[in-house]
């Protein structure tokens, strides 16, 4: 059985590249909700954050568990319409008194980035640490906002 190569028509076209990246971009975001975090997380064994998103009508809420740490150990970052919350979890530190038989709680970086369908009010942003929950308040840029469109009749 033989195989014969044809040589590929130049298809980079915008259009094309925009929809693989919009392609990637949702393979991407349906591994992270399957595996619980980004396909790099899950594959490299570091941490993932488990996130919970609600949509008010002028602000998303978003929450996150992230037990263990002090609100000072968390990094926050709002860009346009993606929300990144990252931190470290340290290493506790071995006392020669204690004999270690089970080791399931996992130490180290963690990242969690989650884009929303409109931008967000990046100076306006809410940030509540309470009981291992960061509770995100997101508001809504005035442009993202819907608005009610009178009917004249």
């Known amino acids: 059985m033989s195989t014969t190569l044809s040589p590929q028509k130049n ?28 396909p790099s997380a899950w594959m490299s064994g570091n941490l993932s954050l488990a996130v919970d998103l609600t949509e008010q009508e002028n602000a998303f809420v978003m929450k996150v568990d992230i037990p263990g740490l002090e609100a000072k150990d968390l ?15 340290k290493e506790e530190k071995e006392t020669k008194e204690k004999t270690l038989y089970r080791m399931e709680r996992r130490q180290g970086a963690f990242s969690r980035s989650v884009t929303l ?37």
Do not use: H
């Open 11 to 38: 298809s980079s076209s915008l259009a094309d590249r925009d929809s693989f990246s919009l392609m990637r971009k949702e393979m991407n975001e349906m591994l992270s909700n399957f595996w619980g975090g980004a």
């Open 75 to 89: 990094n926050i970052q709002v860009q346009g319409d993606t929300v990144t919350v990252s931190g470290e979890r």
């Open 117 to 153: 369908p409109c931008s967000i009010n990046a100076d306006e942003v809410a940030a509540e640490y309470l009981s291992g929950v960061l509770t995100l308040t997101l508001p809504k840029t005035e442009k993202s906002k819907a608005k009610k469109i009178a009917v004249k009749g």
